[in-house]
Nanobody, 118 residues
């Protein structure tokens, strides 16, 4: 089992910045990758950024050059630095941890609201 606790959401004006944090606990040794997803009202949940245990990263095209995912292994925490925020970035952001074995299992945080005003 993996538990994820997110923090750092809020309200910001367009062009501003926010940093989201996701602290993992439990069977963290089993985590293959962690990432951030978002779900805007009336839309499907989508991948924003992910980072593997080896440090490889992947970003949605819509956030490349603006968002940066990173991890602090000593703190078992993953961060999402969001710069140059746009109103279309408004969504609930969810932290994800993927455990890979014979199958993969996804764990989710509770979600944190990010609202970008124009």
């Amino acid at each position: 089992q993996v538990q994820l606790v997110e923090s750092g959401g809020g309200l910001v004006q367009a062009g501003g910045s926010l940093r989201l944090s996701c602290a993992a606990s439990g069977s963290i040794f089993s985590i293959a990758a962690m990432g951030w997803y978002r779900q805007a009202q009336g839309k499907q949940r989508e991948l924003v950024a992910a980072i593997t245990s080896g440090g490889s990263t992947n970003y949605a095209d819509s956030v490349k050059g603006r968002f940066t995912i990173s991890r602090d292994n000593a703190k078992n925490t993953v961060y999402l630095q969001m710069n140059s925020l746009k109103p279309e970035d408004t969504a609930v952001y969810y932290c994800n941890a993927r455990v890979v074995g014979k199958l993969f299992v996804d764990y989710w945080g509770q979600g944190t609201q990010v609202t970008v005003s124009s």
